[in-house]
């Protein structure tokens, strides 16, 4: 069942594919998405699929953690990346999560906001060099 939004419940259900994904992505972050995760599992990252979007994953210390969550716009929600710090500092240790923050904050400069779950906001808007910098930062973790 393609994902569509529960108005009893609130929430998404149901699982995206890549089509719906797409047709939701506004172009630019749409084809800058489309590259991210052919890199990712290129570099032998995998995905997983869900409601509002797909995950990016990589197996760590021999467990499959999750890194992040590509998200089209919904409602007043643009076209993001999304990843909590926190579950990253555990998974990842602090040191390989501070180094990702550092790079991802260096490669998407204003497009970041939050601190401890952080969000990169219409990523296609970069300029070209932060893209392939924020797709090496990610593709670093496989």
């Avoid at 939701?24 to 997983?48: I, P």
């Avoid at 699929?49 to 409602?75: K, M, N, Q, S, T």
């Avoid at 579950?87 to 390989?96: D, E, H, I, V």
């Amino acid at each position: 069942m393609a994902s569509r939004y529960d108005a009893k419940n609130k929430c998404r259900v149901g699982t995206m594919d890549e089509e719906q994904f797409y047709a939701q992505s506004d172009h630019k972050t749409g084809a800058y998405f489309r590259n991210l995760l052919e890199a990712w599992e290129k570099a032998g990252g995998m995905l997983r699929w869900g409601a509002g979007g797909v995950g990016l994953r990589a197996v760590v210390d021999g467990r499959e953690i999750g890194i992040c969550f590509l998200a089209p716009a919904f409602g007043r929600k643009k076209d993001r990346i999304e990843l909590t710090c926190a579950s990253l500092r555990k998974q990842l240790g602090a040191a390989r999560c501070d180094e990702l923050v550092a790079a991802l904050r260096k490669a998407a400069g204003d497009q970041v906001a939050g601190t401890s779950m952080i969000s990169i906001l219409q990523p296609g808007d970069l300029s070209a060099v932060r893209k392939k910098a924020l797709t090496r930062a990610f593709t670093a973790l496989t």
